[in-house]
């Protein structure tokens, strides 16, 4: 059941980002190019599920002590910023920047086909799988390992 509803979940998701015209590289580029042909479409998009998400999230959140598929929330608890997390986040920012895909449009967007997406996602996977495997520096410097 869980898994049926990670599928609805994501097909929902991925009817979205269509819909919305997100899986469109030129459309994430244009809104990127504050200074040349700006679309501030997609920040309507991401507002519009902020809209929409943090109400049912505080509801949810609220009236249930755990989600219906699994033991707890999981809910991020840390606030500290590491240099891990800096350069994850400006590596993913360039590669959206370059490629005008991050992970959800680019697997929506690929049976289009198109080359820029039969470019970015082996790349992208090969990323997710690096990231994996590369040890936290933090960690081995204190002699531990992970």
Do not use: E
């Not at 040349?36 to 943090?54: E, K, Q, R, Y």
């Not at 680019?106 to 992208?124: D, E, K, N, Q, Y």
């Amino acid at each position: 059941m869980k898994q049926l509803f990670a599928l609805l979940s994501g097909l929902l998701f991925g009817a979205g980002l269509i819909l919305s015209g997100m899986s469109d590289p030129a459309k994430v580029l244009n809104f990127l190019d504050i200074f040349g042909s700006w679309d501030p479409s997609l920040a309507f998009v991401m507002g519009g599920a902020i809209l929409v998400t943090a109400p049912g999230y505080a509801l949810l959140t609220r009236a249930r002590s755990r989600p219906l598929f699994d033991t707890a929330f999981r809910i991020p608890t840390r606030r500290d910023l590491d240099a891990r997390l800096i350069s994850g986040a400006v590596i993913f920012g360039v590669g959206w920047g370059l490629g005008g895909f991050c992970p959800g449009p680019a697997l929506t967007a690929l049976p289009l086909a198109a080359s820029g997406t039969l470019i970015f996602v082996p790349f992208m996977l090969a990323g997710m799988w690096a990231a994996r495997r590369v040890p936290d520096l933090s960690l081995t410097a204190k002699g531990a390992t992970r």
